[in-house]
């Protein structure tokens, strides 16, 4: 690998918040290469990565969330891979988090954060969800059972408490594609109970890391508005729980849906 940590950024359209995301990449206290990845190329994409001096890979084809994330964690030349969102900012002791456990633990295959949402340009404050979230991540944070299959599966059996844009995976150990199924919201949740499965360390470090942008064009607030995250989401808990407990638990789950509205 050329490089040590590479961030993938996933640009769609004409985001009006891509260069915030890349002003946030670059301002990392520990330097990291960047590339953008897109299926939708334009002048907008094409003048903001010459500002900044990144290279822009352009995937042919129709637009989808496994194919685009997918050739954006091929395209980048890294032993660790950050595939960032466009709408997201990153704290700038990102990667220096990302590497000092990578240096404590080479077996790391999946290093994670807390996350803060922001909501027309203001930060949540007590965000209930975020709370439970950080709940069930706490088998993560015991450096003596994240290696173990039954307690990194352990931390997905109640919902998804991972946020993917905070997420980097160790490219050397996973190999390629990342994404293996065919859902179209639930994928990270279905992908990380996999990798669950895999041998390596899960590590989360609890600090607000990344903040997560909630806006009315986010593809998490039209999978809502079309049921298709209600759907899947039902789906993943039916493969991990009896059908009754499937529904019991998605009364809970639709509740957190309010922090997109």
């Not at 890349?22 to 500002?51: F, V």
């Not at 980097?168 to 990798?195: H, T, V």
């Given at each position: 690998?050329?490089?040590?940590?590479?961030?993938?950024?996933?640009?769609?359209?004409?985001?009006?918040?891509?260069?915030?995301?890349?002003?946030?990449?670059?301002?990392?206290?520990?330097?990291?290469?960047?590339?953008?990845?897109?299926?939708?190329?334009?002048?907008?994409?094409?003048?903001?990565?010459?500002?900044?001096?990144?290279?822009?890979?352009?995937?042919?084809?129709?637009?989808?969330?496994?194919?685009?994330w997918n050739f954006a964690y091929a395209a980048a030349d890294g032993e660790l891979v950050t595939i960032a969102h466009q709408d997201d900012m990153y704290h700038?002791?990102?990667?220096?988090?990302?590497?000092?456990?990578?240096?404590?633990?080479?077996?790391?295959?999946?290093?994670?954060?807390?996350?803060?949402?922001?909501?027309?340009?203001?930060?949540?404050?007590?965000?209930?969800?975020?709370?439970?979230?950080?709940?069930?991540?706490?088998?993560?944070?015991?450096?003596?059972?994240?290696?173990?299959?039954?307690?990194?599966?352990?931390?997905?059996?109640?919902?998804?408490?991972?946020?993917?844009?905070?997420?980097?995976?160790?490219?050397?150990?996973?190999?390629?594609?990342?994404?293996?199924?065919?859902?179209?919201?639930?994928?990270?949740?279905?992908?990380?109970?996999?990798?669950?499965?895999?041998?390596?360390?899960?590590?989360?470090?609890?600090?607000?890391?990344?903040?997560?942008?909630?806006?009315?064009?986010?593809?998490?607030?039209?999978?809502?508005?079309?049921?298709?995250?209600?759907?899947?989401?039902?789906?993943?808990?039916?493969?991990?729980?009896?059908?009754?407990?499937?529904?019991?638990?998605?009364?809970?789950?639709?509740?957190?849906?309010?922090?997109?509205?």
């Open positions: 690998m050329k490089y040590k940590h590479v961030f993938s950024i996933c640009a769609y359209k004409d985001s009006p918040y891509l260069e915030r995301c890349i002003r946030s990449l670059k301002g990392q206290t520990w330097s990291s290469h960047i590339i953008i990845c897109t299926s939708t190329p334009s002048r907008y994409i094409d003048e903001l990565a010459w500002r900044y001096g990144i290279k822009v890979f352009v995937r042919h084809g129709e637009s989808s969330i496994k194919d685009d700038k002791d990102y990667v220096k988090e990302l590497m000092a456990a990578y240096r404590r633990y080479p077996d790391m295959t999946v290093f994670t954060t807390d996350y803060g949402i922001v909501k027309n340009g203001r930060l949540l404050i007590g965000n209930k969800m975020l709370w439970v979230k950080r709940l069930l991540r706490m088998p993560l944070r015991i450096p003596a059972l994240n290696n173990r299959t039954w307690v990194k599966k352990s931390v997905f059996m109640l919902g998804n408490p991972i946020c993917c844009p905070a997420t980097s995976y160790q490219k050397l150990k996973l190999g390629e594609p990342l994404i293996q199924c065919d859902y179209s919201f639930a994928l990270d949740w279905d992908n990380m109970l996999r990798l669950a499965g895999e041998p390596g360390r899960f590590i989360c470090v609890e600090r607000p890391l990344l903040f997560y942008r909630v806006h009315d064009e986010a593809t998490t607030k039209a999978c809502i508005r079309d049921n298709r995250r209600a759907l899947e989401e039902e789906a993943m808990f039916r493969r991990l729980w009896p059908a009754f407990m499937a529904r019991w638990l998605m009364r809970f789950y639709r509740a957190a849906y309010h922090a997109y509205d």
